[in-house]
């Protein structure tokens, strides 16, 4: 069973532009999250999605956004980069909301953002 | 809102040594899930072990063990044999059992180093 799918791995981008990061959950799993990794703030959380809504969202500024697709896919679209925005980017994935049954979430491997 | 904190920045061990590392949480909810996480250079956070607020007995995975004290807001991992696989950043995490959200709040975590 393939684990959870995060491209690309590397980013490369410049102040100003925008961003989508791409997280493809493992196969059956329905709940995506995800969050920011910096060597800063450590890791902060940044939404939650289950059947394409939004269910909790982090202090994010609000160029900070995402959306799930039926496919339960993820995107988060960083727009108007600042260099503080260097990060390393993770999705994780679970069956349900773990609330329900406290199944884990399950990690990909992250996408390493860097503003230049 | 709800806190982590894992003391100790850095912890180094010998092989085959034993080792317990610190974190400890502030929550006003009785309700809650601690997990511990480890973060190889591979960058993908791998469950170590969790456990449930209510149960008194602490969770046990292999070589892997917690020390749960709920009043102190303690939860402990101790790690035995230790293995050179086990080289790792190694974080603390708390989850509400409240609402079905996903968030996970992280400490900033453990940076372990096995030496051989």
């Known amino acids: 069973k393939a684990g959870v799918t995060q491209t690309p791995r590397y980013l490369i981008k410049t102040r100003g532009q925008q961003v989508t990061l791409s997280c493809s959950p493992i196969?059956?799993?329905?709940?995506v999250s995800w969050y920011q990794q910096t060597p800063g703030q450590g890791l902060q959380f940044l939404f939650e999605?289950?059947?394409?809504?939004?269910?909790n969202k982090g202090n994010f500024p609000g160029r900070f956004s995402g959306r799930q697709f039926s496919n339960s896919r993820s995107e988060m679209n960083v727009s108007t980069l600042e260099l503080g925005d260097s990060a390393l980017y993770l999705c994780?994935?679970?069956?349900?909301?773990?609330?329900?049954?406290?199944?884990?979430?399950?990690f990909g491997d992250g996408t390493r953002l860097s503003i230049l | 809102a709800q806190t982590v904190t894992q003391s100790q920045p850095e912890m180094s061990v010998q092989e085959a040594e034993t080792v317990t590392l610190s974190c400890t949480y502030d929550t006003s909810e009785s309700d809650y899930y601690l997990f511990w996480y480890k973060q190889p250079p591979s960058r993908q956070m791998i469950l170590v072990i969790r456990?449930?607020?209510?149960?008194?007995q602490n969770a046990t995975e292999n070589r892997f063990s917690v020390n749960f004290q709920k009043a102190a807001k303690s939860f402990s991992l101790k790690i035995s044999d230790s293995q050179l696989g086990d080289a790792a950043m190694y974080f603390c995490a708390y989850r509400s059992a409240l609402g079905g959200s996903e968030k996970l709040v992280f400490g900033k975590g453990t940076k372990l180093t096995v030496n051989p």
């Open positions: 456990q449930e607020a209510y149960k008194q």
């Open positions: 994780a994935s679970s069956l349900v909301p773990t609330g329900i049954n406290n199944q884990p979430q399950h």
């Open positions: 196969s059956g799993h329905r709940s």
């Open positions: 999605y289950f059947s394409e809504t939004q269910r």
